[in-house]
């Protein structure tokens, strides 16, 4: 099997100094290893991609010294397979409708329950409301997955990791699953699929053996497993890195304008410099 791994932008903003360090990371591993370095626009949420933060995507990584193999996957082109999936997984039973407002969520959470954790890492851990009202479909629902129904069929599960602070066999279990994430959103309203199940396909079709990205995903894996078990699709290796932080240790973000990698390069900055930046 060719070693092959993709960097995933949302063309929602300028990239910056964590981007190109998971893109660095991603294209130094794919061609020590002689492997593929793909390219994925994650523009699942049209609401807020811009072609212009695309383009600049294919502008920054190319001038980073960053070549992609094969053509660029968009998952705005995939949404038919994201929902046909869905379908399936509805039919099957494992997921449900949800009709609650994420104020109605706040709202049913509000007595937590010592040593039970509130937050997971798809936000608020759902409270089942609508788990059992075998709700209909519409433009006001959102289709969660029914996660300890999920477990049942889908475990066990496992995924090896081979990022710094978490190396090993991560072994998944139905308690910590339903306990610590719960019935998260397969599919949001006027979203043909949430981030959990369009990267858990986009990634097997294009034959992504292992996923670099950066240790802010750490937690989200454990669904992607599960996922990948109940579609019988392989799960490939994880390797979460470090994130880049700024001076007072805050991870960056899109709105961190300062630290994008234009802004560097209009500064006069070298590919070599960002490099040096990122510790690669
Ligand atoms: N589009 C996602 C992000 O930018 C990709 C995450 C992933 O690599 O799975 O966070």
Redesign the pocket.
């Known amino acids: 099997m060719i070693f092959t791994t ?5 063309p929602t903003g300028p990239l910056h100094l964590g ?1 190109a360090y ?1 893109a660095l990371l991603a294209h130094d591993m794919a061609r020590a290893a002689d492997g593929r370095f793909l390219l ?1 626009i ?1 523009d ?1 949420d049209q609401s807020r991609a811009r072609p212009h933060w695309e383009d600049q995507i294919y502008e920054d990584l190319t001038w980073l010294g960053i070549s992609w193999d094969g053509p660029v996957r968009r998952q705005s082109a995939h949404f038919q397979d994201y929902e046909t999936t869905l379908a399936k997984l509805r039919e099957r039973g494992l997921t449900f409708e949800c009709g609650c407002s994420r104020r109605d969520i706040d709202a049913a959470s509000n007595a937590p329950q010592e040593g039970v954790p509130e937050f997971g890492p798809d936000g608020r851990i759902y409270p089942g409301t609508c788990r059992d009202l075998n709700l209909s479909p519409n433009a006001d629902t959102c289709t969660r997955l029914n996660m300890a129904a999920g477990c049942d069929i889908g475990l066990p599960a496992a995924f090896s990791e081979t990022g710094p602070a978490h190396a090993g066999h991560h072994e998944l279990e139905k308690s910590d699953l339903v306990t610590t994430i719960g019935d998260v959103v397969l599919s949001r309203r006027q979203m043909a699929a949430s ?1 959990h199940l369009s ?1 858990v396909l986009d ?1 097997v079709a294009t034959g992504v053996t292992h ?4 240790a ?2 750490f937690e ?1 894996t454990r669904i ?1 497993v599960v996922l990948q078990h109940l579609l019988d699709l392989p799960t490939p290796t994880y390797h979460h890195h470090d994130l880049i932080r700024d001076d007072q240790g805050k991870r960056l973000a899109k709105r961190d304008d300062a630290r994008a990698i234009s802004k560097y390069r209009a500064d006069g900055a070298s590919p070599n410099d960002i490099r040096e930046m990122v510790g690669l």
Request: aromatic fraction near 10%.
């Open positions: 993709r960097f995933a932008p949302s981007h998971s994925r994650d699942l981030y990267v990634d996923v670099i990205r950066g802010d995903l989200a992607h």
